[in-house]
């Protein structure tokens, strides 16, 4: 990667992480452990969830890859990054990244995410790799690490909509 897409890509990392924090902002506890219905999420379901993914997806890019002959076609990064964000299409988190109460509190969750990001956007910033000639396998199937990266920015804005909708729910507490 060269300077200006490291640049970018860390700049997209920061503002999907910004859109997850604005998205949970003034959130109480009671709201954070408010489920709309019980086999439902709640909003420290979601963020718990999200810093679990962030923590796998990060290993894949990092540690669980295969090198590849031959760059990855470019042209899959962009429909990778707009299905990361389609709340309309509905995905089934696997058991690993599933919400179990891992942090006990929405603040130690979103602390954990924070860390998982920040560690994310280090390793971008400093990455001499081309993350395009290296695969790796994601619930979605084997993807570039280029590909894997573009989920992992768009994943949290797909979950900030869905603390958005959560917030929206009849019995939200105020």
């Known amino acids: 990667m060269d300077a200006a897409e490291r640049t970018s890509l860390v700049d997209r990392l920061r503002a999907s992480r910004d859109t997850l924090l604005e998205a ?6 009671a709201q954070a452990k408010f489920r709309a219905a019980p086999d439902k999420w709640s909003i420290q379901d979601v963020v718990e969830h999200v ?6 997806m990060y290993r894949l890019i990092t540690a669980h890859y295969e090198p590849l002959d031959a760059p990855a076609d470019r042209t899959r990064e962009q ?14 988190a696997p058991e690993r990244v599933r919400p179990k109460g891992r942090y006990g509190s929405l603040s130690s969750a979103l602390k954990q995410f924070q860390e ?5 956007m280090r390793y971008i910033a400093d990455c001499q790799d081309d993350l395009r ?5 994601h619930l979605l199937g084997k993807l570039s690490c280029h590909e894997c990266l573009m989920i992992l920015i ?4 797909r979950h900030a909509g869905q603390i958005r909708e959560i917030k929206q729910s009849l019995g939200y507490p105020s």
């Open 79 to 92: 429909t990778f990054a707009q299905r990361g964000l389609n709340r309309g299409e509905k995905l089934s």
């Open 116 to 120: 998982n990001r920040e560690r994310t």
């Open 133 to 137: 000639m290296r695969s790796t396998e």
């Open 51 to 56: 810093a679990v993914a962030e923590h796998g």
């Open 24 to 29: 949970v902002a003034g959130v109480s506890d």
């Open 154 to 157: 768009s994943h949290p804005i």
